[in-house]
């Protein structure tokens, strides 16, 4: 499963806000793919393991080459404020989630569609509903970084 937008954390229209990003170079991003501003370039970038700067999830596929243009750009579902379904893998040490996870953790991700349940350290992903069986997490993006036109 990719991730995907559930629902908004506060009331109105329960839509999800999307937005374009310029794309860094070389970069193959993925519909579904968490997606995180680079720090130096400013740029759009697929997320990793320990990414600090996530803005939301890619909305479009793309593949860049060694340079971009404006036109090199892909919608956004933005994170700030949402809640995001999204796989979690089992195949670390703790391989299911309990009550006492919700809200008092925060989760790193082990690549840019799945939550690390064993790595806590510098976590994003706030948990706030799990389901075991289909190993998905319903997550917040805690510090997710707020993107203003």
């Known amino acids: 499963m990719i991730p995907q937008w ?5 009331t109105g229209n329960n ?3 999307v937005d374009y990003f310029n794309v860094a170079a070389s970069q193959t991003i993925v519909t579904g793919d968490f997606v995180q501003i680079n720090a130096t370039s400013g740029l759009l970038e697929a997320a990793a393991a320990a990414s600090t700067t996530i803005v939301g999830i890619a909305n479009s596929d793309i593949t ?3 340079s971009v243009t404006d036109a090199d750009n892909i919608p956004v579902v933005l994170a700030k404020n949402s809640v995001i379904r999204m796989n979690f893998t089992d195949a670390g040490t703790k391989k299911t989630f309990t009550q006492a996870d919700l809200y008092t953790k925060s989760y790193d991700l082990s690549n840019k569609t799945t939550v690390n349940p064993d790595d806590t350290t510098g976590g994003m992903m706030q948990i706030v509903a799990f389901d075991n069986t289909k190993l998905t997490v319903d997550v917040v993006v805690l510090n997710a970084n707020q993107y203003l036109k």
């Open 6 to 10: 559930v629902r908004s954390l506060f």
């Open 15 to 17: 839509n999800p806000d």
């Open 64 to 66: 860049t080459g060694g």
